[in-house]
Nanobody
Framework: QVQLVESGGGLVQAGGSLRLSCAAS????????IGWLRQVQGKEREFVAA???????YYVDSVKGRFTISRDNTKNTVALQMNMLKPEDTAVYYC????????????????WGQGTQVTVSS
C-alpha cells in the first residue's frame, strides 16, 4: 500500500514557474516508480514524468527541457519543477506510483494522489 499526497500547483502566467511536490508513504517505496500524470477535463490522462528509486528519469517529449523531476529518498518526496510554463500545460496533475513503468506511463492501476490544479494563463 502506498499513499500519495500532492502539494503545490496554482495559477501562473505563461513563461512562469511552479513546483509540485508529492509526499509518499508505504513500506516498499524502493520498488516503485513515482511520477506525474496530468488530465484536462474530457481528455485522456497524459504521462508527464517519472523517476525511479535510483534516480533514472523519464519525460514526455513536450516537457523535456522545461520540467525536472527529482526524488528525495530520505524524505520520501518527489518534486516536479515546471519552468517556462505554457497555457497547454494547464491540467490537473496527479502524483502516481507503480512498480511497472509501462503501467505508470499509461495511467492504469498503481496508486494515485488526489490531484492538484495547475492553470497557466496566456
Amino acid at each position: 500500500q502506498v499513499q500519495l499526497v500532492e502539494s503545490g500547483g496554482g495559477l501562473v502566467q505563461a513563461g512562469g514557474s511552479l513546483r509540485l511536490s508529492c509526499a509518499a508513504s508505504g513500506r516498499t517505496l524502493s520498488s516503485y516508480y513515482i511520477g506525474w500524470l496530468r488530465q484536462v477535463q474530457g481528455k485522456e490522462r497524459e504521462f508527464v514524468a517519472a523517476v525511479s528509486w535510483s534516480g533514472s528519469t523519464y519525460y514526455v517529449d513536450s516537457v523535456k527541457g522545461r520540467f525536472t523531476i527529482s526524488r528525495d529518498n530520505t524524505k520520501n518526496t518527489v518534486a516536479l519543477q515546471m519552468n517556462m510554463l505554457k497555457p497547454e500545460d494547464t491540467a490537473v496533475y496527479y502524483c502516481a506510483a507503480d512498480v511497472n513503468l509501462s503501467r505508470l506511463r499509461i495511467g492504469v492501476q498503481g496508486y494515485w494522489g488526489q490531484g492538484t490544479q495547475v492553470t497557466v494563463s496566456s
